[in-house]
């Protein structure tokens, strides 16, 4: 059993909404009516120890920080602001005092960062290891709202940043290259991402974009999720991909491909949005200059399909890619 297939079991029993909830299991957060013009957003996220992150290269500051960026990156993708967190922590008997203080200081300067304040939570022994949960709310203008089900058949397909330069710094952290000064960028865009959280507030707000989602098991498993939500496919062109130098570098010496790091790798945490292509040179002029690449186009065939264009004068068929990315429990 698949990690979708866990989920569909729990949103099958929770089909009837409960008062004031607009959007439930589907999508990047929770989303409630309040009664006023904005609704509620509410994301939660948990990371454990030697699955999420290991103690022993995961410095405590950076992962603090993790925690509160990964739940506003989801809160981003819908176009809102990051407002409460609550913090559910549970720590074995023999826990670091100094890892904990440095872990809290690291929290508390994302909190400030992305204007967040800690409201509450809880904390509890566990029988081994570490395990962090961080509960997130946030708020957005009802008409402003982006969901993972409004993309449309012809949309062009955009994303953020570059691709796979967690997955790589994930590799480097296994192989001891923490404090390689040479592969910063990579090891930090793992340990401390740093969600597009004012990007996505301009694309929210501008009218000009349809749907959205954040890039937290990879590019080929979230752009699936947007297509399943909206009934459509789509079509990636591999040559369209903003792959890094460095992680292509990187890629070379740890034996890895490249684009299979962009597809799968999952945790970059950039924005993953369509729009229609009419829309093009606004959108560009809303980001700062190359931070937006145009990879593809949504289409009626279900499935996320890598075009790998033409070689040796002959056109390749696409490949079938739904889902690569991340997954907990996949065999």
Known sequence: MNEREIISIFDKLS????????????????????????????????????????????????????SVAVNVSDIAAMGGNPTYAFLSLALPPDFSRQWLAEFSRGLAAACRE???????????????????????????????????????????????????????????????????????????AHCAPKPRLDLARRLATSGLV???????????????????????GAVIQADLLP????????????GKDPLHLALAGGEDYELLFTAPARNRNEIVSLADTGLLTRIGNM??????????????????PPKDITFLGFDHFKE
Not at 210 to 232: E, T
Not at 243 to 254: K, N, P, Q, T, Y
Not at 299 to 316: D, Q, W
């Open 114 to 188: 992305y204007d967040c304040f800690l409201a509450g939570g809880d904390t509890v022994r566990s029988s081994e290891g570490i395990m962090i949960t961080l509960t997130v709310m946030g708020h957005a203008a009802e008409d402003k709202i982006l969901y993972r089900s409004n993309a449309l058949s012809g949309d062009d397909i955009w994303v953020s940043g570059t691709l796979g330069s967690a997955a790589a710094g994930l590799d480097l952290c296994k192989r001891g290259r923490v404090d390689d000064g040479s592969v910063a960028p990579l090891v930090e």
């Open 299 to 316: 289409e009626k065939r279900p499935g996320v399909r890598l075009s790998f264009g033409i070689s040796g004068g002959k056109s390749l």
């Open 243 to 254: 792959i890094s130098g460095m992680v292509r570098d990187v890629a070379v010496e740890l």
């Open 210 to 232: 349809n749907a959205m989602i954040d890039l937290s098991d990879g590019l080929a498993s979230d752009l699936a999720h947007i297509c399943n939500q909206s009934s459509a």
């Open 15 to 66: 089909r009837n909404k409960g008062r004031g909830l607009v959007q439930g299991i589907g999508d990047d957060c929770a989303v409630f009516k309040t009664g006023g013009d904005e609704l509620w957003l509410v994301t939660m996220d948990t990371l454990v120890e030697t699955i999420h992150f290991n103690n022993d290269w995961h410095p405590p500051f950076k992962l603090g920080w993790k």
